[in-house]
């Protein structure tokens, strides 16, 4: 199975491309960001994201999609931003047909460390640990998509096999 995971932003949406041979082996196939210019239009940015995703859609041919819920702990004009740029990146992968889960980020920190809690650098450092990665992955947006396609397979093997 190849799950897409998408950090959804307007500036930079981080994304993560892996195939699950199973909850224990997780081959990464690549991984950066969509960069849209502050400079450029909403619409022209909106537009963007949509035709550098569906490229990815596209190269990797995702079974599944796995996306940030949207939260409101920030700043409100970050929510709208994220919020616009989410939308987008929701209507490219139903015109696609592929299954969108979503996950909160509470959910995400438990299935990468066991702790709700845990800060970015314990994130990241899992991310790199359950990757087999020579390093953590850059740009931070781009970690944090990674960690959303293993916290979907972590959850979907855990659903599968009752555990």
């Known amino acids: 199975?190849?799950?897409l995971g998408i950090d959804p932003g307007l500036s930079l949406t981080g994304w993560g491309a892996v195939q699950a041979q199973s909850r224990d082996k997780i081959i990464p196939l690549q991984y950066g960001c969509i960069r849209t210019k502050p400079s450029e239009t909403l619409p022209q940015r909106l537009h963007n994201i949509n035709?550098?995703?569906q490229k990815l859609i596209?190269?990797?041919r995702p079974e599944v999609?796995?996306?940030?819920?949207l939260f409101f702990l920030k700043e409100s004009s970050v929510v709208a931003a994220v919020g616009q740029a989410r939308g987008a990146i929701v209507l490219t992968v139903a015109l696609n047909g592929i299954k969108l889960f979503e996950y909160n980020p509470r959910l995400v920190k438990m299935a990468l460390t066991g702790y709700g809690s845990a800060d970015k650098h314990q994130m990241q450092h899992m991310v790199k640990t359950l990757l087999r990665?020579?390093?953590i992955p850059k740009p931070d947006d781009a970690a944090?998509?990674?960690a959303m396609a293993i916290c979907?397979?972590?959850?979907?093997y855990r659903v599968k096999s009752g555990e």
């Not at 999609?65 to 819920?69: G, L, M, R, S």
């Not at 979907?152 to 979907?156: D, F």
């Open 65 to 69: 999609v796995a996306i940030e819920e």
């Open 152 to 156: 979907h397979i972590n959850t979907n």
């Open 1 to 3: 199975m190849i799950v």
């Open 58 to 60: 596209d190269t990797y």
């Open 133 to 135: 990665l020579k390093e």
């Open 51 to 53: 035709i550098e995703l």
């Open 144 to 146: 944090d998509a990674l």
